[in-house]
């Protein structure tokens, strides 16, 4: 009888490893799936509060529910893209026409001291390091380098929009039959662990929302900072930064590089002026010094509070996570990977809770 159940244990793994293959192979459909489910969940009380309107002594039906929830889906990402769209070839109209001698001449003042350091030391010979940056900002800021970068993004969108259609297309019948995954998933699922595996999704049901709020909170608070900060300090399209600072911080630890590096590009072509006077300088100052702040604050506070509070999971346990995540599967797994993982504690936790390891990663679920 033991051999027996080993032999069926060992089949179990065997065949659990072998979905885990099959499902990387098919990660971007997997990718789809997680996405189309978070949607759901979301936007599941919204689902169920139209669901309880009358309309002429009857229900909305659920077809009609579900598409006019995934229209208030498209409404909120075009009005992102409405918002971002504009400012990026905004951005790139005005380096494709910034006076690059002018710029790099004002300059040329604060490096020649630089430069004698350099020389003294036997480090630069030949050019002067303001000759260096003008070519370097000439070949990185070229009108054919940024069409070239604009025409790579449009090249992927066609990717774009087969994402954009598998998603909505997976989230209609989501919103519409809020069953749906779960009948999906018991119907591989044996009679005698389907009571484990609901207690599962319930379970991973609670902590995907509780984490959710969180992010959205963090977004809300780095949102509000950094264009309040950005404001205060005299940067133009303050909050247009500030919005991008927010939904990018999503990505963890790259995210908030990219919004601050994006948001000091877009602060300092706007507020380029034909002397490149001293003004420029202390306002670009004062927005490191905002960025800085607000990922201080978020490292620090928010995203502690967040973790700990939703996953139940130690930093150095997210860290990790997140790094093979992305090493693996790039930007889109370091998103998902946090809840990914919270996935994968409870199922442990559930089926596997007799392991000394599995018991020290899940005691505080």
Do not use: C
């Given at each position: 009888?033991?051999?027996?159940?080993?032999?069926?244990?060992?089949?179990?793994?065997?065949?659990?490893?072998?979905?885990?293959?099959?499902?990387?192979?098919?990660?971007?459909?997997?990718?789809?799936?997680?996405?189309?489910?978070?949607?759901?969940?979301?936007?599941?009380?919204?689902?169920?509060?139209?669901?309880?309107?009358?309309?002429?002594?009857?229900?909305?039906?659920?077809?009609?529910?579900?598409?006019?929830?995934?229209?208030?889906?498209?409404?909120?990402?075009?009005?992102?893209?409405?918002?971002?769209?504009?400012?990026?070839?905004?951005?790139?109209?005005?380096?494709?026409?910034?006076?690059?001698?002018?710029?790099?001449?004002?300059?040329?003042?604060?490096?020649?001291?630089?430069?004698?350091?350099?020389?003294?030391?036997?480090?630069?010979?030949?050019?002067?390091?303001?000759?260096?940056?003008?070519?370097?900002?000439?070949?990185?800021?070229?009108?054919?380098?940024?069409?070239?970068?604009?025409?790579?993004?449009?090249?992927?969108?066609?990717?774009?929009?087969?994402?954009?259609?598998?998603?909505?297309?997976?989230?209609?019948?989501?919103?519409?039959?809020?069953?749906?995954?779960?009948?999906?998933?018991?119907?591989?699922?044996?009679?005698?662990?389907?009571?484990?595996?609901?207690?599962?999704?319930?379970?991973?049901?609670?902590?995907?929302?509780?984490?959710?709020?969180?992010?959205?909170?963090?977004?809300?608070?780095?949102?509000?900072?950094?264009?309040?900060?950005?404001?205060?300090?005299?940067?133009?399209?303050?909050?247009?930064?500030?919005?991008?600072?927010?939904?990018?911080?999503?990505?963890?630890?790259?995210?908030?590089?990219?919004?601050?590096?994006?948001?000091?590009?877009?602060?300092?072509?706007?507020?380029?002026?034909?002397?490149?006077?001293?003004?420029?300088?202390?306002?670009?100052?004062?927005?490191?010094?905002?960025?800085?702040?607000?990922?201080?604050?978020?490292?620090?506070?928010?995203?502690?509070?967040?973790?700990?509070?939703?996953?139940?999971?130690?930093?150095?346990?997210?860290?990790?996570?997140?790094?093979?995540a992305g090493m693996l599967g790039g930007i889109g797994a370091m998103?998902?990977?946090?809840?990914?993982?919270?996935?994968?504690?409870?199922?442990?936790?559930?089926?596997?809770?007799?392991?000394?390891?599995?018991?020290?990663?899940?005691?505080?679920?």
């Open positions: 009888m033991d051999i027996l159940k080993n032999w069926r244990w060992w089949v179990g793994v065997g065949f659990l490893i072998a979905f885990f293959v099959f499902a990387w192979f098919l990660r971007a459909l997997v990718f789809y799936v997680i996405i189309s489910g978070v949607l759901s969940i979301l936007f599941e009380p919204l689902v169920n509060k139209l669901r309880g309107l009358k309309l002429i002594g009857k229900g909305i039906p659920a077809g009609v529910v579900a598409f006019l929830v995934l229209l208030l889906i498209w409404g909120i990402l075009a009005l992102i893209i409405s918002i971002t769209i504009p400012i990026a070839a905004q951005e790139i109209r005005v380096l494709s026409s910034l006076d690059y001698d002018g710029i790099t001449s004002k300059i040329q003042e604060m490096l020649s001291v630089f430069d004698g350091f350099l020389r003294d030391y036997g480090v630069l010979s030949g050019e002067g390091s303001s000759v260096m940056l003008q070519e370097r900002i000439r070949s990185f800021f070229d009108l054919n380098n940024l069409t070239s970068i604009f025409g790579g993004f449009l090249s992927g969108i066609g990717n774009v929009f087969v994402a954009f259609f598998s998603i909505s297309f997976i989230t209609f019948f989501f919103l519409k039959e809020t069953d749906l995954f779960k009948r999906i998933l018991l119907t591989f699922i044996p009679d005698a662990y389907e009571s484990r595996v609901m207690g599962v999704f319930s379970k991973s049901k609670k902590v995907l929302s509780r984490y959710l709020i969180g992010v959205f909170i963090e977004v809300l608070l780095i949102t509000t900072l950094v264009s309040l900060g950005l404001w205060l300090a005299g940067v133009n399209n303050a909050f247009i930064i500030g919005v991008f600072a927010g939904l990018i911080n999503v990505i963890p630890y790259v995210g908030p590089m990219i919004g601050a590096s994006v948001g000091l590009l877009i602060a300092f072509t706007t507020g380029l002026d034909p002397g490149f006077t001293g003004n420029l300088v202390l306002m670009m100052s004062k927005a490191v010094g905002v960025f800085a702040v607000v990922q201080l604050m978020d490292n620090i506070i928010f995203q502690p509070v967040i973790f700990s509070n939703s996953v139940s999971a130690h930093p150095l346990e997210i860290f990790l996570v997140i790094s093979m998103i998902i990977a946090v809840p990914t993982y919270s996935f994968i504690r409870i199922i442990a936790q559930e089926f596997l809770s007799e392991f000394k390891v599995v018991k020290q990663l899940t005691k505080h679920l």
